[in-house]
């Protein structure tokens, strides 16, 4: 009899050890990993278009973007459009150019997923941009009166060679309306950091910036198609060791 309660009681006891460390196995979540790279995506401009049908040929903007996800927290992006204006004032001073663009810069997803959730992808971005461009400007017609001797001159200024840089602090959304297809808003507030030599006639419009102001505010809005990684990376479950009794 001894002998059978003695069997019966370690037989519970090494049920009861299973059982807990069953429970804390069950309990503790898996922690997922988030591989670095996650796929790459194309977006064309469609506010540029639009604007520049309306514009009537004053001034035109054509662009698209290249975007990479990393670790749906960050966001490397390189832009590239084409840009132009032709306007007369009302003194028949006629300004033309065009030119080629480009940004470069990182925007972070402001919207955090819980903790071993599945990342969403609509997404909150905020981030910076770094402008260049480097275009030929023609300025026609302008009319010079000097005021002692009475006389006027009128001067054309052709070609003339300008580079403007400037940085841009954007805000925006992107929502994935179907299956890596996205579509979103961005607004920019774009700041030249190379200034017009004194004395040297200016350009009225720079390619990519918009009229040569010290600053303007730019908007986007973008459908975009995700190209995803050409392997699909498994995500790597690590399971926390349960603790010992």
Known sequence: MLKIFTYLSSLIFCLSV????????KKLPDKIKTPLFNGITIQADVAS?????LSTGESYSYE??????LKHKFYPIV????????????DNINFNTQGVFGRIGVDINLITSKKDEKPTTNLFLAGVRLGMTRFLYNINNVTITDDYW???QTFN????SSTKIWY????GVRVEVTKNIFMGWTIRSKNLLTQDVSGEVAPWFIPGFGTNNGSNWGFNYTIGYKLQIPFKAKQAVILKKSKKP
Do not use: C, H, P, R
């Open 150 to 152: 009475g006389e006027t």
């Open 168 to 171: 841009e602090i954007v805000a």
């Open 79 to 90: 832009e590239l459009g084409y840009a132009g204006a032709n306007k007369t004032s009302n």
């Open 64 to 69: 698209a973007g290249a975007q990479v996800d």
């Open 49 to 53: 278009v639009v604007s520049s049908a």
């Open 18 to 25: 299973f059982t807990v460390n069953a429970q804390n196995t």
């Open 157 to 160: 200024y052709s070609n003339v």
